[in-house]
């Protein structure tokens, strides 16, 4: 068990690839604390971590919110008496050019990637700091480093690589760690309206791929376990590409 003991909060766990963290990190002994604006979503996690034996607990938030963050780590903490982990994972897209789409879009889209992820962290650092101890792993975006269109979205997870950098530096010297995935296409909801208009759109992306497929949630979950866990207890500040080799080309 690589987080026994441990308490991981998971943003936007109700689908795609916080719901495989939740579930792995459960597997591996973690109590979760399952977090989604959707609370039926949220629940069906907890459900499923549940019937594979391990604990969890749903809440529903809107991690944009400062208010709502403030309340989930308390109820969080209440729970289960401490937050070891935090995964920053909810997020979403809207609009693509920005020649194209308004200002409140813009605002969306750094809010609910990148102000969320400064909500969070603000939130759970204080008893990470208190305790010297603490994982934070945020999931980007290949878009984050790459010019590959989705204009506001890009910014902000570019945005949470030098976040997550900065404070890597900043709380190292109270054994908190930081670190950043940016993963490649994963076959997830996120993409259900894009599925809907080309049915064999995940087929089309695998050939830019040189691994020759898209990645499935479990291969962040993967990577997200090895950074949440002890085995990176020498690694701080990094960013992570999962991406079954897109950016080597
Ligand atoms: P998803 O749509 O399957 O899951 C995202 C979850 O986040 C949803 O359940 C949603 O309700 C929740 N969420 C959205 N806004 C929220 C908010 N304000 N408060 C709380 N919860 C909120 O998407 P996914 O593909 O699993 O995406 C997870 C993360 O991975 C996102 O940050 C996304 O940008 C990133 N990502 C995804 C891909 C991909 O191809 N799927 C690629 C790179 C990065």
Not at 16 to 28: C, K, P, S, Y
Not at 232 to 241: D, E, H, N, R
Request: hydrophobic share 45%; with cysteine; charged share 20%.
């Amino acid at each position: 068990m690589r987080l026994a003991d441990k308490v991981a909060l998971v943003t936007g766990s109700g689908s795609g690839i916080g719901r495989a963290i939740a579930e792995r990190f459960a597997r591996e002994g973690a109590r979760v604390i399952v977090n989604d604006l959707h609370r039926d979503r949220a629940e069906e996690t907890v459900q499923r971590i549940a019937a594979a034996g391990g604990e969890a607990l749903a809440i529903q938030a809107d991690v944009t919110q400062s208010a709502a963050v403030q309340a989930m780590v308390e109820q969080g903490i209440a729970a289960f008496g401490q937050i070891d982990i935090l995964v920053n994972n909810a997020g979403a897209s809207q609009g693509d050019d920005i020649l194209t789409f308004d200002e409140a879009t813009w605002d969306w889209n750094l809010a609910v990637v990148l102000k969320s992820a400064y909500l969070c962290s603000r939130a759970v650092l204080p008893r990470m700091i208190e305790r010297r101890s603490g994982a934070i792993v945020n999931i980007s975006s290949v878009n984050g480093i790459a010019g590959l269109g989705e204009e506001a979205y890009s910014a902000a997870k570019a945005g949470m690589n030098v976040l997550t950098k900065n404070m890597a530096v900043k709380y190292g010297r109270f054994g908190i760690r930081v670190n950043v995935i940016c993963p490649g296409t994963i076959r997830t909801p996120i993409w259900g309206p894009r599925l809907e208009k080309d049915p064999l759109i995940f087929e089309k992306l695998a050939k830019w791929y040189p691994l020759g497929r898209v990645g499935e949630p479990e291969d962040i979950a993967n990577a997200a376990l090895f950074l949440a866990s002890d085995e990176a207890s020498w690694i701080t500040g990094t960013v992570l590409i999962v991406d079954g080799g897109l950016l080597a080309g």
